[in-house]
């Protein structure tokens, strides 16, 4: 799994690419927080454009990143969802809590 990160303001967009399962899960998830805790983060958006498989542990690491925003009064957002992905997070009720984009423009405008 390859990570890129960009910050606009205080909106750290995460651009993920491979797969995003139990052997990159742990290394995701210390980066990401990393940041959220160095910087003055308060919106997440977890781009998966590029992403090409996803199991569990991915679920995992976007549910504790959900947390992590929600007691910091911040906000997480979901953007470009293949097919094969967009199974997995179904399956999993994570549409319940977490909102969904087509597009990174459409998610830096939380509301």
């Known amino acids: 799994m390859y990570i890129e990160f960009e910050k ?3 909106n750290l967009i995460v651009h993920l690419l491979g797969e995003l399962d139990h052997h990159s899960a742990q290394e995701v998830r210390h980066k990401i927080d990393d940041i959220i805790d160095k910087d003055a983060i308060s919106n997440l958006v977890l781009d998966f454009s590029r992403v090409t498989f996803m199991d569990s542990s991915g679920i995992g690491v976007i549910i504790g990143r959900y947390k992590r925003m929600n007691s ?4 997480i957002a979901i953007t470009s969802i293949n097919s094969n992905i ?6 999993s009720g994570i549409f319940r809590i977490i909102k969904t984009y087509d597009k990174i423009e459409d998610a830096l ?3």
């Open 8 to 10: 606009i303001d205080s």
């Open 109 to 111: 405008n939380f509301s």
């Open 72 to 75: 910091k009064k911040g906000q």
């Open 86 to 91: 967009k199974r997995v997070f179904e399956l």
